[in-house]
């Protein structure tokens, strides 16, 4: 019974600032209405009607990308419900999130393994700066406090605020901004300031409703949700007016951005769908029948993650067109040799390494001036303007064209121990490749080198 009522003051907890936002009374952060009256009066406007009340019994729904091509499925279940908060961490390919009732944080890894990461009551939002230092995490209380941490663990202090918190965000150059949905604004706290230092905030941008989810797109721009007035804006620093993306929608809770279109993504918590947003005023259904949808955020190749509240699961959409993604290709070191016997005491040897073109893929995309093999690049260059030449040919023979590229062994990173090569490089429209072939080091001893 006691976790019921803890389950529902959560629900109050987040839906309180209706009643703020209601009354245009902006509540202290000692004042004690903000724990609210009149459940029953918010509670269905909320729209937490998948809201429930046992950990260990969530609501599932069957969550249903709209968009041809997207694919489902449940990346971590079993998660302690209620749960909030979602960082993808770009260095591991894990993920963070927050377990509100267990006062943990968990780290999920890229094959959706969870295990303890930090102890942290009543966690909600967190935030992960883009070189994966810091990750803070935001107490769902009145002055937080948002727990800072470095990425192994270690505890660097707390950063209290005088109102309520609601979303965290980092922006690219590692300034912390933190939203007080008390007093209508959000806070800064410059890089500069922020542990070993000591944390200074200053006000930087006002003129907001209720704030709450918040995250900077690839051009620094940052984004937040008015949940309850169903908004999400762009931040025109310092008081706007800010610019309206999306209007009209139930309790949006959180924001993220899509790395390969730069779209803009919505998670509305009370219709238990996903918008994808376009620009200003544009948006259709990304998906449908999720289990009131908080959190949200993109992998590194654009594969979106959606943390549900109370379902204690982590449903996954993988993209039908993944960005960013490495490319395996085949190569051939020495084509048509085998095995690719290379003299390691002959520094001026030229090795040839061709690209084959495959069923999957066609080299004639790679630009091969951007292709290196262990450390060196193309020998064979214009001597007028030192660019390297491109070469294609048919080196196997199937009557496709191949790329053939020719390195000086001297420029590689090869020794006599060397057991493979390893080329990368990138297609013309920005993809990278990368191909691996053994090789065969002789010569070690003049001897056993004939
Ligand atoms: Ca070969
Ligand atoms: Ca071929
Ligand atoms: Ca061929």
């Not at 965000?169 to 007093?183: M, P, Q």
């Not at 009209?248 to 993504?265: E, K, M, R, S, Y």
């Not at 918008?275 to 590194?300: C, E, N, Y």
Request: negative net charge.
């Amino acid at each position: 019974m006691f976790k019921k009522m803890h389950l529902l003051l959560m629900g109050l907890v987040t839906i309180s600032f209706i009643v703020a936002g209601c009354d245009k009374e902006v509540p202290t952060s000692s004042d004690e209405s903000l724990w609210g009256p009149s459940v029953a009066s918010i509670l269905p406007r909320a729209g937490l009607k998948q809201f429930s009340p046992n950990n260990n019994g969530p609501t599932l729904l069957d969550p249903t990308p709209l968009e041809p091509g997207w694919t489902v499925s449940t990346f971590v279940s079993g998660l302690f419900s209620p749960a909030n908060g979602l960082e993808f961490d770009q260095s591991t390919g894990g993920f963070y999130v927050g377990e509100f009732d267990a006062g943990r944080v968990t780290f999920v890894d890229a094959e959706g393994n969870p295990s303890f990461f930090a102890t942290v009551p009543s966690v909600d939002e967190m935030a992960l700066n883009r070189t994966s230092t810091f990750l803070f995490a935001k107490e769902h209380n009145s002055g937080g406090p948002i727990h800072m941490f470095n990425t192994q663990g270690t505890f660097l202090g707390n950063i209290s605020i005088p109102g309520f918190p609601t979303g965290t965000a980092f922006d690219s150059r590692g300034n912390f901004y933190v939203s007080d949905a008390t007093n209508r604004e959000v806070l800064v706290y410059p890089a500069s300031t922020l542990p070993p230092n000591t944390p200074v905030a200053s006000v930087y941008a006002t003129g907001f409703l209720i704030l709450e989810g918040m995250r900077f797109d690839s051009q620094d721009n940052l984004f937040v949700t008015e949940f309850e007035q169903g908004n999400v804006l762009q931040v025109v620093p310092p008081n706007g007016p800010h610019i309206t993306w999306v209007s009209g929608q139930n309790i949006p809770i959180n924001v993220a951005f899509d790395p390969c279109t730069n779209n803009l993504f919505v998670s509305n918590n009370g219709s238990g769908t996903i918008l994808r947003v376009t620009s200003p005023g544009v948006f259709t259904t990304f998906a449908i029948g999720l289990s009131s949808p908080f959190a949200i955020v993109f992998d590194a190749v654009g594969n979106l993650y959606v943390n549900e509240f109370d379902a204690g699961r982590i449903t996954k959409f993988t993209s039908p067109n993944p960005c960013f993604e490495v490319i395996e290709v085949d190569i051939d070191i020495k084509p048509g040799s085998d095995p690719n016997s290379i003299n390691c005491n002959n520094k001026n040897e030229v090795i040839a390494v061709a690209i084959l073109t495959t069923d999957d893929f066609d080299a004639t995309t790679v630009d091969h001036s951007t292709v290196m093999f262990e450390g060196a690049s193309e020998t064979h260059v214009n001597r007028r303007n030192g660019e390297p030449r491109r070469h294609e040919e048919d080196v196997d023979g199937d009557g496709d064209t191949d790329l053939v590229f020719h390195f000086r062994l001297g420029d590689t990173n090869l020794t006599c121990d060397s057991t493979e090569g390893t080329l990368t490089g990138e297609t013309f429209d920005g993809r990278a490749i990368e191909g691996t072939d053994s090789v065969r080091m002789v010569g070690r001893w003049s001897r056993n080198s004939k």
